[in-house]
């Protein structure tokens, strides 16, 4: 008596979506053989190269009853026994979570704030296998072992085109990137999962973790912030010279001569980082220090010599009349004590 024939496949790696029994070459299958299916699979069924039928979770008899494609081949005389050759694809059916898509190369970004920028993006997605026959028909083929990281590697390229596509209708700026990653994952969720579709894959979720700039583009990002919020120029200077007299080596920010160095090196790092804040402060009172007035005209009290502004017509220290009247000959004021008249040379006095 023939031991009962058993098909059946467990995933020991947890990394595999198709298997294919027998790993190699055609299988010879009994008529009444066992086909076991588990929960999370399906299996597809061949025979001569074409899918007979899709096996739902559970243990099924190979019969004429449920493969009618093959009442024409068997032989009845032989009591229903006869041997045919066949393969099964196991098909995963769990759904694959944790899937990783990336930016291989950065991709260029018109931005409309900062012109040009290159950027990367990565994320997570999770999809499993809808249609089990169309999948093992275009994607595996023949294969015996289909793996996790093989499918994830091609549908990155699908991902990454529509995310190129889709990043420029939903943002103008990377400035705006962090409220947006919902509203991006959504976008390119929709389009992908019709690319996914046409291989019998379900895209369930795909998330946007990151969108990120160049290391240059993000410390510039950062000084521009750092300035706006600081706010006060003046203040910003003094803690900018504060930082600098901090980091000279012999006045208390490093090296030998810091705060564990000698009395002598300390005093004198000291003197060299006040004499350079000094310097820096003043060269900042420069350039931020508004322009400086004309020089004043000035002249002399003619009764207590005090030196008082030209134009004054008292004198603010003894109180004395500065003006000496009008010039009988053109009427302009006069000082006082003036012999002559400074606008038309008229003498005033023997």
Not at 13 to 39: C, D, K, N, S
Not at 264 to 293: E, K, N, T
Not at 323 to 339: L, M, Q
Request: aromatic share 8%; with cysteine.
């Amino acid at each position: 008596m023939q031991m009962l024939q058993t098909i059946e496949w467990r995933d020991t790696t947890g990394t595999e979506v198709v298997h294919r029994w027998p790993a190699h070459g055609p299988g010879t299958v009994r008529l009444g053989a066992q086909l076991t299916v588990r929960e999370s699979q399906a299996a597809v069924f061949f025979r001569d190269g074409q899918a007979l039928d899709v096996f739902e979770p559970g243990r099924h008899t190979l019969t004429a009853l449920n493969l009618p494609l093959l009442q024409g081949v068997i032989a009845l005389p032989f009591g229903g026994e006869t041997p045919f050759q066949c393969e099964v694809y196991f098909v995963n059916m769990r759904t694959f979570t944790n899937m990783k898509w990336g930016t291989p190369s950065p991709i260029v970004f018109r931005d409309s704030e900062l012109e040009f920028v290159r950027l990367r993006a990565f994320g997570i997605y999770t999809l499993r296998i809808a249609e089990p026959q169309l999948f093992v028909n275009m994607v595996v083929g023949t294969e015996h072992r289909y793996e996790q990281e093989t499918l994830e590697a091609w549908l990155r390229d699908f991902i990454v085109a529509r995310f190129n596509d889709t990043l420029g209708e939903v943002i103008d700026t990377v400035l705006d990137l962090p409220q947006m990653y919902d509203e991006l994952g959504i976008a390119v969720r929709s389009r992908v999962g019709e690319d996914f579709e046409r291989y019998g894959i379900e895209l369930i979720d795909l998330l946007v973790e990151a969108v990120t700039p160049p290391e240059d583009v993000v410390k510039m990002l950062d000084e521009r912030a750092a300035i706006e919020a600081v706010g006060d120029m003046r203040r910003f200077t003094q803690y900018e010279t504060a930082r600098a007299i901090r980091a000279i080596p012999g006045a208390g920010g490093g090296g030998e001569g810091g705060v564990v160095g000698t009395a002598a090196g300390a005093g004198a790092g000291l003197g060299a980082g006040i004499g350079m804040g000094a310097a820096m402060v003043g060269a900042m009172r420069d350039v931020f220090a508004p322009a400086s007035a004309p020089p004043q005209a000035v002249a002399t009290c003619p009764n207590c010599k005090a030196t008082i502004p030209a134009e004054s017509k008292f004198c603010p220290e003894c109180g004395a009349a500065l003006t000496g009247g009008e010039c009988p000959k053109c009427g302009a004021e006069v000082p006082a004590n003036a012999k002559f008249c400074p606008e038309c040379g008229q003498q005033l006095g023997e």
